[in-house]
């Protein structure tokens, strides 16, 4: 167990919609990752987060967006899902570059 | 647990034999690599990491070498074991974006009883 929580772990929904997942992060890392990981892709770096602040970016789609809160669980929001954007999406949280403890991830299903 | 499914490039090793896997990074300016394990259904799991003002750390086990002529890392597992199956990654950051840790695209390693 990673101490990292990651919810809902299997999502399924149609095209169009908008789904939100969540992630706690291990007690006393202020660093909360996210990363999605599909077929042909592998692990995408999506966006970081520190104490609240988003410190990087990856190529993550416009119509995708995050947020840490000041309680620093990290939320990841999907928006006009398509197709192409079923895969798994990981969380992960550190308190030091480098050494990234991953939740088990949310499956994201688009219909 | 569920398959990541990934299509991957496998190594094959006969159980208590050492394994060797290979990762090409791309940014010559990165300065800190590290090695993932992902067992299936599960999320990635660190492993060692190493400093590129070091070619060589060992750990319980593992080993990793960098080459930052040729930009290669490699992860020696010795006496590979049943529990080693799993996808594995290499990672760096780059020096210009501490905040980022940039995957690899992965080798399947499977063990053979």
């Known amino acids: 167990d990673s101490g990292v929580t990651q919810t809902p772990k299997h999502l399924i929904t149609a095209t169009g919609q908008r789904v939100t997942l969540r992630c706690s992060p291990r007690?006393?890392?202020?660093?909360v990752y996210w990363y999605q990981q599909s077929l042909d892709q592998g692990l995408q770096f999506l966006i970081q987060?520190?104490?609240?602040?988003?410190?990087a970016k990856g190529n993550i789609l416009e119509r995708f967006s995050a947020q840490q809160f000041p309680d620093l669980h990290s939320e990841l929001n999907l928006s006009s899902l398509e197709l192409g954007d079923s895969a798994l999406y990981f969380c992960a949280s550190t308190l030091r570059a480098g050494e990234l403890f991953f939740g088990e991830g949310s499956r994201l299903t688009v219909l | 647990g569920e398959s990541v499914g990934l299509h991957l490039p496998t190594l094959s090793v006969q159980e208590g034999d050492n394994s060797i896997i290979n990762c090409a990074y791309s940014n010559s300016a990165s300065d800190y690599f590290i090695w993932y394990k992902q067992e299936s259904g599960k999320g990635p799991q660190f492993i060692i990491d190493i400093r590129s003002n070091m070619d060589k750390r060992q750990g319980q086990r593992v080993t990793v070498l960098l080459n930052k002529t040729v930009k290669h890392l490699s992860l020696q597992i010795a006496a590979t074991q049943p529990g080693d199956s799993a996808v594995y990654f290499c990672a760096e950051i780059p020096v210009d974006s501490s905040y980022k840790l940039i995957f690899g695209s992965g080798t399947r390693l499977l063990v053979r009883p």
């Open positions: 987060y520190y104490n609240g602040e988003e410190r």
């Open positions: 007690s006393g890392d202020l660093s």
